[in-house]
């Protein structure tokens, strides 16, 4: 079966497109990029195509099969209008199979439901297209954390408004296994599955932290109101609203969902601890 992934100049559509072309063979996986030459090392066919462009689209996705879709990062209002280039050009195609990487999240009405609203939308515009399909809600990615560590240390602590909230997380690699699992699997499809790994609090991430960074952080929750504040300061109005949303979300636990990682991929997803020692490893190697 021959697949298009999108967005491989991302660390998700990259992550997902190296297990791919383990799975299907480098021949029958092409990718497309809105910056192709960030991607010059993936040994693969990759066309140009920005989301704004259904023309780049239909260029890609001649005799394709399955097209699995990665979400993209514009504004919430102008991200479903880019999905929808993908999905019709796929339609228009012959494209099959259609398979999106959402994101998980009960309803609320943080500043980051605008994106989740965008995504839903984004499911029901797939499921309305005809084409067969699968839908991943992904949990939150723990890497972002991961890489803002030093920051953290600076700063002596992490500082947010999740209060005693959970939150599922998941990495990008754990996703690339649930993804290709996604796109060979024809049993799985028809249905939306929530994505990732255990739900813990930010407390819990800290302990994590100091127990595999060797570090002394210590969590303080701040309320919504002036974590926004703080974040517009720091972050600037658009990405200070989405991240103070998110926490805002995990507050009201709003990301602390069940998983389908196992009834996809048929084994338990990695705990934090095993994701967090698997990059202690990789740092010292
Ligand atoms: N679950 C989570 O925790 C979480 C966190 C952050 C984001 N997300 C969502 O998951 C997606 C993948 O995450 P990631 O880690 O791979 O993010 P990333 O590394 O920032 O990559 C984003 C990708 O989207 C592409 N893109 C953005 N606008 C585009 C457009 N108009 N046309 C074509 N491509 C476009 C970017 O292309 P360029 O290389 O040309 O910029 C890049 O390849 C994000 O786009 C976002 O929707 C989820």
Known sequence: MKIAITAVSGQLGRAIAEKAIATFGKENVVGTARTPEKVKDLDITIFKADYNSKEDFVKAFQEIEAVLLVSGMDK???????????INAAKESGVRKMIYTSIIGKPGDSTFDAVINSNRQTEEDIKNSGMDYAIGRNGLYIEPDIDYFDNYEKEGKIINCAGLGKCSYTSRDELAVAYTQLIKND????QVYNLAGEAITQKELVDYFNRFFNSQLIYESVTPE???????IHNGDFLGTIIAGIYTKIRHGEFNVESDFEKVTKRKHKKVNEILSEYTDHIID
């Open 187 to 190: 049993s799985l499809d028809g």
């Open 226 to 232: 002036e974590y926004l504040a703080w974040q517009k």
């Open 76 to 86: 919430p209002e102008k991200r479903s209008g880019q999905h929808k280039n993908v």
